[in-house]
C-alpha cells in the first residue's frame, strides 16, 4: 500500500506544479502552530480555515451548479444562532450543538430553495438575498430571545487552548474540501454528481431533455452547500465564542463570493487561495496601520515627502474594504478566471491527446509523448 502511494504521489503530484504546490501548501499549515505561536496569530489561521469552507461551499453551489446564490449566509447563520440558542438555553456543548446547528442548517438551505427552484439568473439571486435578510428582521425583532444586535455571548469554545482549535478546524476545513472537490469533479468514475453539476450549469433545459431530474439535483446542491456553510457556521461561533447580526448580514455572502471570485471560480482550490490571500489584509489591518505609523514617527519631520507617502498608505491601510476592491477589480481585468487559475495555466500544460497534466516547460506529454506547444 505504501509502495503504491509512494508511486503515484511520484507519477501524479510531482511532475504537475499545481498540485506539488498544494501539497507543500498543506504541509506548511499543518506546521504552522510550531513557527506562528501567538494566539492573536493562530486565530487569524483559525477564521481562515473557517471561512475557506464557507466559500468553497458557495462554489460548489453557484459556481458548479450555476445556482448563484447571493444569500449564502443564511445557512451559515442559522447554524450559529442555533448553536448559541441550543448552549443559552439549555446548556448543550459543541459535540451536541454542532450536529444540530449543521442540521439546522441543512433544513432551512432546503426549505428556502424550493421557491427557487423554477427561477435562473437574477430571479434567482435575488430572491436567495431576500432570505437572509427577512431572517435578521426577525432575529433584532425577537431581542429578548436572540440578544438582538448585541447577539450571544459566552458560547463555550472548541477547544481548551487555540492550537487545538486550529487543528479542528483545519481537519474540518481539509476534509469539506476533499468532499466537496471529490462531488465537483466531472471526470470520477464513481461520482456522478460533478458531471450532472456542470451539465445543470451549462444548460438546464438540454441536460433535462436527457432524463436528467435537474430538480433533484438543485434541489441536492442546495442541500450539500447548506451542509458545509452550516459547519463553517457552529465553528466560527464556537471559536468566536458569540454570534451576532454580523453571521446574517450581506457583507458575510458577498465575502465569500469575492474570495472565490479571487481566486477562480469553478475550481475549489480558487477559494482556498483566495481567502488565505485576502482575508490576512483584513484581520491584520490595523497591525498594518500601526507599522507604517511606527516607521512615520521613527523618520521625523525631516523628511517631508516621504512622510506624506507612508500618511497616505497609512490611511489606505485603515481601509481594507476598498484595498479589498481594487485588488478584485485588477484581478477581474486582469486575470478573469482569478488569480490560482491564471498561476495554474502558467506553469502547467494539458497535453492536447491525452489531456494529462503537465509542467508548463515540458516540450512532450510525460505520458504519451505528444508535443505540448
Known sequence: MLRRLLKDFRWSV????????????????????????????????????????FAVSWDLLSGY?????????????????TAALLYKYLGWQPEVTIPLG???????????????????????????????????????????I?????????????ASTRVSEYYICLIAMTVSVLIMWKLTDAGSRYVRTGL??????????????????????????????????????????HVAGRTDTSVLALTMSFQAIIWVIFGGIVSIYGAVVGVYTL??????STDIQRIFSNISNAIGEGHAPLLKILEVINEIAGRPILVLSVLVILVLLFMPEGIAVWIRDKIERECPRCKLSNAAWRKECRACGASLH
Open 14 to 53: 510531482i511532475p504537475v506544479p499545481g498540485r506539488l504546490i498544494a501539497v507543500i501548501f498543506f504541509v506548511l499549515i499543518f506546521i504552522i502552530p510550531l513557527m506562528l505561536k501567538h494566539p492573536y496569530y493562530l486565530r487569524m489561521f483559525t477564521y481562515a480555515n473557517i471561512f475557506i469552507i
Open 65 to 81: 451548479t450555476g445556482q448563484i446564490n447571493f444569500g449564502h449566509a443564511l445557512p451559515f447563520g442559522v447554524a450559529a444562532y
Open 102 to 144: 449543521i442540521l439546522a442548517a441543512v433544513v432551512v438551505g432546503v426549505v428556502a430553495c424550493f421557491p427557487a427552484l423554477r427561477l435562473r439568473g437574477p430571479y434567482l439571486s435575488l430572491l436567495t438575498l431576500a432570505f437572509p435578510l427577512m431572517l435578521l428582521g426577525v432575529v433584532i425583532s425577537l431581542k429578548s
Open 146 to 158: 436572540t440578544g438582538g444586535e448585541w447577539g450571544i455571548w459566552g458560547i463555550p469554545d472548541l
Open 196 to 237: 450532472i453539476f456542470h451539465a445543470i450549469r451549462e444548460d438546464e433545459i438540454a441536460a433535462r431533455a436527457t432524463g436528467i431530474n435537474t430538480i433533484r439535483y438543485k434541489i441536492l446542491a442546495f442541500a450539500i452547500g447548506s451542509f458545509f456553510a452550516g459547519l463553517a457556521g457552529v465553528l466560527f461561533t
Open 279 to 284: 482575508y490576512p489584509l483584513v484581520y491584520l
